[in-house]
């Protein structure tokens, strides 16, 4: 008898941590975004752009988050309680691109680095919450 409900207590204890991570889960955040500017990192010049990005935030585990950009590039990155930061690398024409994104949480400043050997682009906007669109 004492089998037993040792045995249940284990099944019991089972599902109770197994609520306690779904009650702890973290719902994915969307951002509307609009890019403001960019900067030619090679030239030093600055140029004022029009774009939209819609990014989702999916919390991983502790501070790992994924970014997804457009539904199209994913970074891989952390949350702390000031930013969320990603990096993500990918081939554009046999090119290998490095790209690191940062969205300030408090202010909602965005940053998308892109570089490519001795070039790249900084891309600068503002990011607000966004809503999902069915």
Same mark, same amino acid.
């Not at 702890?24 to 030239?43: G, N, S, W, Y």
């Not at 300030?104 to 400043?109: A, M, V």
């Given at each position: 008898?004492?089998?037993?409900? +040792?045995?249940?207590?284990? #099944?019991? @204890?089972?599902?109770?941590?197994?609520?306690?991570?779904?009650?702890?889960?973290?719902?994915? #955040?969307?951002?509307?975004?609009?890019?403001?500017?960019?900067? %030619?990192? @090679?030239?030093?010049? @600055?140029?004022?752009?029009? /774009?939209?990005?819609?990014?989702?935030? +999916?919390?991983?585990? *502790?501070? @790992?988050? +994924?970014?997804?950009?457009? /539904?199209?590039?994913? =970074?891989?990155?952390?949350?702390? %309680?000031?930013?969320?930061?990603?990096?993500?690398?990918?081939?554009? +024409?046999?090119?290998?691109? %490095?790209?690191?994104?940062?969205?300030?949480? =408090?202010? *909602?400043?965005?940053?998308?680095?892109?570089?490519?050997?001795?070039? /790249?682009?900084?891309?600068? /906007? #503002?990011?607000?919450?966004?809503?999902?669109?069915?």
């Amino acid at each position: 008898m004492q089998l037993i409900f +040792s045995d249940l207590r284990s #099944v019991v @204890a089972s599902m109770l941590g197994a609520l306690a991570v779904v009650a702890h889960a973290v719902a994915p #955040v969307h951002l509307e975004c609009q890019i403001e500017r960019t900067i %030619d990192k @090679a030239k030093g010049s @600055a140029t004022p752009t029009t /774009g939209n990005e819609h990014l989702l935030i +999916s919390f991983l585990q *502790g501070e @790992a988050i +994924s970014i997804v950009r457009n /539904g199209r590039i994913r =970074y891989e990155g952390r949350a702390t %309680d000031a930013a969320f930061a990603g990096s993500a690398q990918f081939n554009f +024409s046999g090119l290998v691109m %490095d790209e690191v994104i940062t969205i300030n949480r =408090y202010t *909602g400043k965005l940053e998308i680095d892109l570089s490519a050997k001795d070039s /790249g682009l900084l891309h600068l /906007g #503002v990011c607000k919450p966004g809503s999902r669109k069915f």
